[in-house]
């Protein structure tokens, strides 16, 4: 992006998404809320660039794009996979275990949607992560074999999440 204008977008996907995020909220469409709704997305960035001063500078859009389309995949997925676990699968039978997941991403966006990503599926939730941000503790409902729950999760998301953090 051109510098000079760096200072009105700092974030230019961010400002495009907040003001998608801003009209689909209306219950109807107008000029009116389209205009809001860029000025929300352009005065809100500017605002907060400051706390993102190491934000990455090139991620890839498209892969991005189909990330979020495979976890709103997987979010159904796992909501059909829990719900058939409470109602079939008595307690004593239960294989619930604590995972951690070396990470091999370094930036603190990425390990942050994979963060997102993992409590959002239902079935696992994100606990922690460690001080020297090189792994996360995953708490999984049913995990009889937790190393595959720990592979799954390198190879389904963080593979991705590298990919679209260039």
Not at 2 to 25: D, E
Request: with cysteine; hydrophobic share 50%.
């Amino acid at each position: 992006m051109l510098k000079p204008l760096r200072w009105l977008l700092p974030h230019p996907a961010l400002t495009l998404l907040m003001a998608a995020v801003w009209m689909l909220l209306q219950p109807e469409f107008s000029a009116g809320m389209a205009v809001f709704g860029l000025i929300l997305g352009i005065v809100i960035p500017i605002g907060t660039a400051r706390w993102w001063p190491d934000r990455p500078e090139r991620i890839s859009l498209g892969r991005a794009l189909l990330y979020c389309l495979l976890v709103i995949w997987d979010i159904v997925v796992a909501n059909v996979q829990v719900a058939w676990i409470v109602l079939t699968k008595p307690n004593a039978k239960m294989r619930p275990a604590w995972v951690v997941i070396p990470l091999d991403l370094r930036e603190p966006e990425a390990i942050s949607i994979l963060a997102g990503t993992i409590t959002l599926t239902p079935g696992t939730v994100s606990a922690d992560l460690s001080n020297d941000g090189r792994s996360l503790l995953v708490h999984a409902l049913d995990a009889p074999d937790p190393d595959a729950v720990r592979d799954d999760i390198k190879q389904r998301y963080e593979r991705r999440l590298r990919e679209i953090f260039l």
